[in-house]
C-alpha cells in the first residue's frame, strides 16, 4: 500500500510560494487552462478574490468558481528596486491592486509594460502567466 | 480614570549591530526601567514579552526572559502584532491589572534583527502580510507603504518633497537623541541628489531617505495599578484610552488606501474612551515606518484633515515648537525599528513627555500625549492616549 500522495498543486504559484496546500488547489489547474477565478458563495452569492473555501458571512463552505473577466480599474502600484530572498532575478517588478467592482486583485504587472506607461484608475486584465520551471501566477495587461 | 498607571519606562540603545543575545538585549531595556521606576524585579508579579517571531532562532522568549530577568516564579506571556507588538502588550497589562489578576507587570519588547541579512529580513517582513495570495509575487514592506503613498499622491496632490520634509523633522531630533541608529542631518537637497544615498528608490515613489532602517534593541514599560502606583510613583502617567483594531491582510479586501483604517477605528476608540479629541493631545508619537506613515498619521488622528497632512509638516506644525508636535525624538525613521521594542520605546517617549524629563525635546506643560503604533502594513492598529 502506497502512500496516499500529498496534493500540492499550490507549491507552483508565484516565483516563491509559501503555501503547499489549500482547498482551493483548483486555482493552479484554472490558471494552467488560462483562466484567472475567485470563487463564489452557493449559498448567499458573496464573491471572493482571492479565492476562499469558506464564506465568512453565512459560514457555508460550498462554493462556485467564477472566471475574473474583463477589465477593472488600476487602484496603486509600487515598482520595487529590491526585492526579498527569492525575487532578485525578477528585478525590476511592478506590484499593483486592481479594483474590477464586486472585487480586488492583487498581483504584479506584465513584464514590459514600464512604470511611466501606468496610471491609477487606467483599464488592465488579469491574465494567466506560466514563468519558468512549471511555475505560473497571474498578471495584469492593457487592454 | 486613574485606575491603571505606568510607574516606569526604558529602553536600550538602538544600533545596527547589538553585540549578544537577545535575553542580554533585553535585559538592557529592562533594567533602563526598574531604574526610571525606582523599583527592584521583586516587585513585580507578571511579564508580557512581545517581539515578531523568525529574526532570532530562540522559541517561546518569554520563558526565556522571566529567568534571565530575575522574575521567575511569576507568570510570563507572549504576544505578537507584528511592529505593534508593544502596544498590544501594553494592553494586556492594562487588562491584567484592570482584572485585579495582577498589581506590577513589566511589559519587555525586544528585536535582533541583525542575525539575518537584510534580504532576508525583507523577507520575513513580507511574510508578515498575506503569504498565501501576497508573497508569491514578491512583496515587501516599502513596497506596500508605498502603494499607500502613490494613492495619497493621486488622491490629494502630495508630493515627494512633503514626504521627505517628514524625514527632515525626524532628522532635526534624531541628532538629540543619543539612543538613536541614525543621529545625522537630513536635508531636502539629499532627496533629489542622484549621487546622495537618500535619493535611490526603494519601492517607487518611496526613496531610501523615505523608510527607517531595521535595528537591534529592547524596551520596557513597568504599569501598576492605583494602588501601587500611588505607594511606588511619584509621577504615575495614567492609561486614559486604549484603542485597538484589525484589518483584512490581503490589500485585495480593503477600500481605504490613503490611509489606515485600523488607525482610524483605534484612534476612535482611544479618543472616546479617554473622552478627549485630537486638538487634547499635547504631544504624540506616531508609526514613522515610512515618511508615507507619518502623513497618514496626521490624517488617520485627525491632527490633519484628509489631505492635509502636507500643510501641517509644511507649516511645522509638528515640530517641537509647532501646534501638535510630533516624534520629537526622531521617530523610527531615526531611532531605527527594532520590531518588538518600537512600541515600547514610543510609549517611554511619551512617559518622559508627560513627566517633564524630556530634555531638550520637551514640550513644555505636555499632560496628554499620544501613541500611534502600527503592525503589519496596516493589519494592527494601536492608538494609546496617556494623561498626568
Known sequence: MGKKEKDERFRKFGTVSFTGTTRVNDFIDHLEQGKVTGTRCKSCGNTFFPPRADCWACRSSEMEWFDVQGTGRLVTFSTLAFGPKGFEGDLPYTIALVDFGAYKVFGRIADGIVESDLSIGMALAAKANPLADGRINYVFHKQ | ?388
Not at chain 2, 28 to 48: K, N, Q, R, T
Not at chain 2, 53 to 69: C, I, T, W
Not at chain 2, 308 to 319: A, F, P, Q, S, V
Not at chain 2, 324 to 346: C, E, F, M
Open chain 2, 1 to 388: 480614570m486613574n485606575d491603571v498607571a505606568i510607574i516606569g519606562a526604558g529602553q536600550s540603545t538602538f544600533v545596527r549591530y547589538y553585540p549578544g543575545s537577545v535575553r542580554e538585549l533585553a535585559f538592557e531595556g529592562f533594567s533602563d526601567a526598574l531604574g526610571h521606576a525606582g523599583i527592584a524585579a521583586a516587585d513585580i508579579d507578571a511579564s508580557v514579552v512581545c517581539s515578531a517571531p523568525e529574526y532570532d532562532l530562540q522559541r517561546s522568549p518569554a520563558g526565556v526572559f522571566a529567568e534571565y530577568l530575575g522574575l521567575n516564579p511569576g507568570p510570563t506571556f507572549y504576544v505578537e502584532t507584528l511592529c505593534s507588538s508593544g502596544s498590544t502588550g501594553l494592553k494586556l497589562a492594562y487588562s491584567l491589572i484592570k482584572s485585579g489578576l495582577h498589581d506590577v507587570v513589566a511589559v519587555v519588547g525586544f528585536q535582533k534583527m541583525s542575525e539575518i541579512s537584510s534580504a532576508e529580513t525583507q523577507e520575513r517582513m513580507g511574510r508578515g502580510a498575506d503569504i498565501q495570495w501576497e508573497s508569491p509575487f514578491g512583496t515587501m514592506m516599502p513596497a506596500y507603504y508605498a502603494m499607500y503613498a502613490r494613492a495619497h499622491m493621486n488622491a490629494y496632490g502630495t508630493a515627494p518633497e512633503d514626504l521627505a520634509a517628514i524625514r527632515v523633522k525626524a532628522s532635526t531630533y534624531g541628532q538629540l537623541n543619543d539612543r538613536a541608529v541614525y543621529r545625522k542631518a537630513v536635508t531636502a537637497d539629499m532627496f533629489t541628489d542622484p549621487d546622495n544615498m537618500m535619493s535611490g528608490s526603494v519601492a517607487s515613489p518611496l526613496r531610501v531617505g523615505d523608510c527607517c532602517a531595521n535595528a537591534d534593541g529592547s524596551s520596557c514599560i513597568i504599569v501598576a495599578s492605583a494602588e501601587r502606583a500611588k505607594s511606588l510613583c511619584d509621577k504615575p502617567v495614567w492609561i486614559r484610552g486604549i484603542g485597538s483594531s484589525s484589518a483584512p491582510v490581503n490589500l485585495a479586501g480593503r477600500d481605504l488606501f490613503t490611509g489606515l483604517a485600523v488607525a482610524r477605528e483605534a484612534a476612535g476608540q482611544a479618543y472616546k474612551m479617554a473622552g478627549i479629541g485630537p486638538k487634547d493631545v499635547d504631544v504624540a508619537e506616531v508609526h514613522d515606518c515610512f515618511t508615507i506613515a507619518e502623513m497618514m498619521a496626521y490624517e488617520d488622528l485627525g491632527f490633519a484633515g484628509p489631505g492635509e497632512g502636507r500643510d501641517l509638516i509644511n507649516g511645522k506644525e509638528t515640530y517641537l515648537n509647532g501646534s501638535i508636535p510630533v516624534n520629537v525624538d526622531g521617530g523610527l525613521l531615526s531611532k531605527g525599528h527594532p520590531i518588538g521594542a518600537t512600541g515600547g520605546s514610543q510609549i517611554r517617549t511619551i512617559v518622559l513627555q508627560l513627566r517633564g524629563e524630556a530634555g531638550e525635546i520637551q514640550v513644555p506643560d505636555a499632560s496628554v500625549g499620544l501613541v500611534h503604533n502600527i503592525g503589519g502594513v496596516g493589519l494592527y492598529g494601536n492608538v494609546t492616549i496617556l494623561g498626568r
